[in-house]
């Protein structure tokens, strides 16, 4: 393990460096790692950007308005540059993987995903005549004994990266070509992160992935214990009933009943699966090359919920993927109807290059149709969490305290196991620490709670 401290070392007489994070929760442990690799090498981080000699933007390509977004940034980070020659302008990330030389261009400094060992080496060789690119996908680097520097707020929730890369090829997505091949962490490293985290006042850990259902540890020797998803799980479990344990994010071919009945044995790993469904249609599926229909997906809604009655389901829905018809659209909204999600994150279609889609079929869905289609997506899924919500009323749940409620400072919130957010009144208790509340009213957003002795 690097020998960094959980939190960022305060040190002035360091030089700086500025991390910005766009994208999935993934490039947000990713900086984590970036920050514990930097400290080891002498930086220690800002959050000013004008006092930093390094600015790094760890970047998310999925979809095109993430990378113009980071454009720019870049045109504004460049005034620093103005200001102060020395600067270091850095983009890692997907953005850096995928647009390699063209990014180079711009700024000093381009790393993709797999190259952060190599962070302290590239800022060295760096010169105004020389900048520095390493964009090489590994198929092995896990990052497994790199402590990351946490970097969230409170101290009570934080991600570990369980595995890296992504081996399906979902047509229309770009992260198997930023992200490179699938590769599971070793376990026995995940659950030692995970107690470190414990013992420094965690009370929350999310296993984060691609896709958690293919988490497979086969071991280094033939001696190895062969360790899958819900084994993991269970590992992490059992740390300490006290220490909550969520995933992300499962993809609906691969969930296992194991993974299910893992769930509901243990009363701390939390009742909530962000199962993307991407779009209700078969045919569209199919194009989309998810590996699953309509139907295996209700099945295994339906399982969850027979094994988990209250488990949160949560999903991705994209509206106008090549050749979607109304139909196609009108069967998302029907399924979408049937599950009734907590909640899910909607998006129009965006052709990535390079990706199979971009090669295979048409972007032919114009603007206006998707975003119609998004909008009505988007009400209707208003409708269902305040559907789901309202299903709450009356049901007594242990929430975990995040702090303050925005809105009101007597006021707490935190989030149920199922991930729906509560707010209640406070009795003084801080962030981390567990409350039982009842639900009296909802919104389509949050449960308004009363306390319980
Ligand atoms: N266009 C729109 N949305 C996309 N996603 C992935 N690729 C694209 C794309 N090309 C969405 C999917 C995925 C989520 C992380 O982003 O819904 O689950
Ligand atoms: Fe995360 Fe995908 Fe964006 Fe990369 S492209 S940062 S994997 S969401």
Not at 149 to 154: F, Q
Request: proline share 4%.
């Amino acid at each position: 393990m690097t020998t960094n401290t959980i939190r960022p070392i305060i040190d002035p007489s360091r030089p700086k460096v500025y991390i910005e994070t766009y994208g999935c929760q993934m490039n947000v442990n990713d900086s984590e790692v970036i920050l514990s690799i930097l400290q080891d090498a002498g930086y220690a981080l800002t959050e000013n950007i004008e006092e930093a000699s390094v600015i790094l933007a760890n970047t998310c390509s999925i979809r095109d308005n993430a990378e113009q977004r980071i454009w720019g940034r870049i045109d504004q980070f460049k005034i620093q540059k103005k200001k102060r020659e020395n600067v270091i302008i850095g983009i890692v990330g997907c953005m850096a993987e995928r647009l390699k030389d063209k990014l180079l261009e711009a700024v000093d400094l381009v790393a993709g995903p797999d190259s952060y060992r190599n962070l302290p080496e590239l800022l060295k060789a760096i010169t105004p005549e020389s900048p520095q690119i390493n964009v090489l996908l590994s198929h092995e680097e896990t990052y497994a004994d790199i402590a990351p520097v946490r970097l969230d707020k409170n101290g009570v929730s934080a991600f570990i990266s369980i595995m890296r890369g992504c081996n399906n090829v979902c047509s229309y997505c770009v992260v198997p070509y930023t992200r490179g091949a699938e590769r599971s962490r070793d376990p026995y490293t995940i659950v030692k992160e995970a107690q470190t985290l414990f013992d420094n006042g965690y009370k929350e850990v999310t296993l984060l992935g691609q896709n958690v259902d293919s988490y497979l540890w086969k071991g280094d020797k033939e001696a190895d214990r062969v360790v899958n998803f819900a084994q993991l799980l269970e590992m992490v479990a059992k740390i300490s009933p006290e220490l909550r344990v969520r995933f992300s994010t499962s993809h609906p071919k691969d969930i296992s009943d194991e993974v299910i009945y893992t769930m509901a044995m243990y009363e701390n790993i939390c009742k909530h699966i962000h199962l993307p469904v991407q779009s209700g249609s078969s045919i569209m599926l199919e194009k989309m090359r998810r590996k699953y229909n309509r139907e295996w997906y209700l099945e295994r809604v339906a399982k969850i919920r027979s094994v988990i009655p209250d488990c949160g389901i949560t999903t991705d829905v994209i509206a106008g993927f090549s050749g979607e018809t109304e139909q196609d659209h009108k069967d998302t909204l029907t399924l979408m109807e049937k599950v009734v999600f907590d909640s899910a994150f909607m998006f129009a279609y965006s052709e990535r290059p390079g990706t199979l889609a971009s090669r295979k079929y048409p972007d032919d869905i114009p603007y206006s149709l998707k975003t119609e289609r998004l909008n009505e997506i988007i009400a209707l899924q208003g409708r269902m969490s305040l559907k789901s919500n309202e299903k709450e009323i009356g049901k007594t749940l242990k929430v975990l305290v995040e702090g303050p409620s925005k809105k009101n400072p007597d006021e707490l919130c935190g989030r149920a196991s199922s991930n729906k957010m509560c707010v209640f009144p406070s009795r003084g208790e801080k962030a981390g620490d567990y409350c039982t509340v009842k639900v009296v009213s909802v919104t389509s957003a949050t449960l308004i709670c009363t306390r319980v002795e």
